[in-house]
């Protein structure tokens, strides 16, 4: 973020932040995802990367509508919740089975919530510059992200928390 005067170029930096941390959950996503064990953890991580290239696009969009080159602005936030989720996930790891599939869990929603504030803070940006499609498809994002959040937190407190605390 260089020399922004205007509300208008701070949503156009956070688009292209959003964009960036988007990319680096999808990076990261795609390691984690092959050491979920749980079938519905799996499918909840595959529908998630689906939704991330869709959000990415319509940030792409937005990005483009104002005028901007149409470029990523490197996600710092992003980046030091993707090195937790790596090493909490892959490099320091719990062997295969609830428990990790349960620190997986806890990496993502971690990197969702990142999102789901983000998003929110654009959408919230959009609004007061009366660019209402924005808002609109800002807002379609946030709930979708919320959604991917609820699914989870449902899967870990009715099945992968109750057979990480089981595994003794």
Request: with cysteine; glycine share 6%; charged share 30%.
């Amino acid at each position: 973020m260089s020399n922004i005067s205007s509300l208008e170029e701070l949503y156009a930096d956070e688009l292209k932040d959003l964009w960036s941390a988007n990319d680096q959950m999808a990076k990261v996503l795609k390691k984690i995802a092959p050491k979920a064990t749980h079938q519905k953890l799996k499918t909840i991580l595959s529908n998630s990367q689906e939704g991330i290239a869709k959000h990415t696009e319509v940030l792409k969009e937005l990005i483009e509508g104002l005028d901007q080159k149409v470029k990523k602005e490197h996600c710092r936030g992003m980046q030091g919740l993707v090195e937790e989720a790596t090493k909490h996930t892959i490099d320091d790891a719990p062997e295969k089975g609830p428990v990790l599939d349960a620190a997986i869990i806890a990496q993502y929603q971690r990197m969702t919530h990142y999102g789901i504030t983000g998003f929110g803070t654009v959408a919230a940006f959009a609004g007061a510059l009366k660019r209402s499609e924005d808002k609109k498809a800002l807002d379609t994002a946030v709930a979708e992200i919320a959604r991917g959040d609820e699914l989870m937190s449902e899967l870990a407190e009715a099945a992968i928390n109750v057979q990480a605390a089981d595994k003794k």
